[in-house]
C-alpha cells in the first residue's frame, strides 16, 4: 500500500462519482480519489499508478464491472473492490460476491454503510462506526470478550456483538457474513430495541422479555437486550430451525445475565437506567394534554364552547312539525298554469265526492 491510500471510482454517471469522492474527502482520512468513466480508462489509469480500492459500477459501457476487477488483480492482486449497482437480482448479487469483494451496495448508495466500507477497506481509523467506543477495565474487558468467544464457538455462530443504545459497538467476537451495512443494520436494531422497551413497559415487564429473529439470505439473525439500553445480537446459519431455537434461546438468557452483570461492573449500566428518549419532552406533555386542559389553555373558546352546548338545548324542534312544514313548502306545483291537481279540483267544487260513480 501507498503511503497515501489511493481510490479508484468507475461510473460512467460524473455526478454518481462527484459524489463519492466528495464523500470520501469528507471523512478527514488523507486519500488520493480519483475517477474514470469506463472500464478501460480505469484499466489505463492503474497501469500508471497503482490503487489501493476499487469502487466500481457494475454495468459499465465496454467491460464490465466484474472483468475490470479481474483484468486489474492480475496486475494488483491485493487490490480491494467495492461494487456499487443498480440492479436488484440475486443472480447478479451473488455474481458480485462471487467476485471476491469487500462490500456492494445497491443504488442510491447508502452513504454511511459505504464510507464505513472504505474506512475498513483501506486500514483506516473507523471514523464512521468505531469500534471498541467504551474504555473500561482491561479484566472486566477481557472477561466480557472471553463470555461472547465462548458463545459464539459454542454455538457455532459467525457473530455475537454487543451494542448499545446509540448503535456503537461495545463488545464483538466475528464478523457479520456481509458487513457492508452494518452501520444501517445496528441502528435499526437499537430503535428495535428502544420501542420493544415502551411495549414491555406497557405490560409492566422486565426487558428480557424481548426476542427478535431475522431470516436473512444465507444467515438468521437474533438479538435479545442484555440491559435495557444494550442489545446482544447473535448471527449464524440455522438459527430459526425448530430443533435449534429452543436450546438456542436458553443458552442465550444465560449469557444475557452474565453480560448484563458484566456491564454493571464496568460502570456501563446502572439499574434502573432508562433508554434515551425518543420524543421531545415538549412532544410528550403535548401528547399527555386532556381536553380539560385546552380547555384551559383557551378560556374565550371554552366559554364560547360551553355557551353553545348549553343554548343547544332551549329550543328543540318538534320533527313532526318539520316534516309537515317541508310537504308544505315543496308541494308539487302543477306544470301548466291552465291545469289543476285533483286535490285543488275537489276543493272547487270541480270533482265528483268520493262514493259518486264517475260518468254514471
Given amino acids: 500500500m501507498t503511503s497515501v491510500p489511493r481510490v479508484l471510482i468507475v461510473d460512467d454517471q ?21 475517477g474514470a468513466p469506463s472500464g478501460e480508462e480505469a484499466l489505463l489509469e492503474a497501469l500508471q499508478q497503482p490503487i489501493n480500492l476499487l469502487v466500481v459500477d457494475y ?31 440475486r443472480a447478479v448479487h451473488r455474481e458480485i460476491m462471487n467476485a471476491n469483494v469487500q462490500a456492494f451496495f445497491v443504488k442510491p448508495v447508502p452513504m454511511v454503510d459505504f464510507l464505513d466500507a472504505v474506512e475498513r477497506c483501506l486500514g483506516l481509523t473507523r471514523t464512521i462506526l468505531p469500534p471498541d467506543a ?52 445496528y441502528a435499526s436494531l437499537t430503535s428495535i430495541l428502544s420501542y420493544g422497551n415502551k411495549v ?6 422486565p426487558e428480557a422479555g424481548q426476542v427478535f429473529l431475522f431470516k436473512l439470505d444465507g444467515y438468521d439473525l437474533l438479538a435479545v437486550p442484555a440491559t435495557r439500553n444494550h442489545l446482544l445480537l447473535v448471527v449464524g446459519e440455522g438459527f430459526s430451525n425448530a430443533d435449534r431455537i429452543g ?13 448484563h452483570e458484566l456491564m454493571y461492573d464496568l460502570g456501563l449500566y446502572e439499574e434502573g437506567q ?13 401528547a399527555e394534554q386532556t381536553i380539560e386542559d385546552i380547555l384551559e389553555d383557551d378560556e374565550p373558546v ?36 291552465d291545469v289543476i291537481t285533483y286535490e285543488q279540483a275537489l276543493q272547487l267544487g270541480l270533482a265528483p265526492e268520493e262514493d259518486e260513480e264517475i260518468g254514471g
Avoid at 460524473?14 to 480519483?34: F, P
Fill in 14 to 34: 460524473k455526478e454518481v462519482v462527484r459524489l463519492l469522492q466528495s464523500a470520501i474527502e469528507s471523512t478527514g482520512h488523507e486519500i488520493e480519489v480519483v
Fill in 247 to 259: 436450546s438456542l434461546l436458553v443458552t442465550l438468557d444465560l449469557m444475557r445475565a452474565e453480560v
Fill in 59 to 89: 454495468m459499465l459501457p465496454g467491460i464490465s464491472g466484474i472483468e475490470l476487477i479481474e483484468k486489474i488483480r492480475k496486475r494488483h492482486p491485493d487490490v480491494q473492490g467495492i461494487f456499487i449497482t443498480g440492479q436488484t437480482s
Fill in 134 to 185: 467504551y474504555p473500561t477495565n482491561a479484566v472486566q474487558q477481557e472477561n466480557l470478550s472471553g463470555l461472547l468467544s465462548n458463545f459464539r464457538q459454542k454455538e457455532k455462530a459467525d457473530a455475537v456483538i454487543l451494542l448499545d443504545e446509540r448503535g456503537l459497538v461495545v463488545m464483538q467476537a466475528g464478523d457479520l457474513p456481509d458487513s457492508s451495512r452494518e452501520a444501517s443494520l
Fill in 274 to 286: 432508562q433508554a434515551a428518549p425518543q420524543e421531545t419532552e415538549s412532544q410528550e406533555n403535548a
Fill in 200 to 205: 414491555m413497559d406497557i405490560f409492566s415487564e
Fill in 302 to 337: 371554552a366559554e364560547d364552547l360551553l355557551a353553545l352546548l348549553e343554548n343547544a338545548n332551549l329550543q328543540v324542534p318538534d320533527p313532526n312539525a318539520f316534516w309537515e312544514e317541508a310537504v308544505a313548502e315543496h308541494t308539487p306545483q302543477p306544470f301548466s298554469p
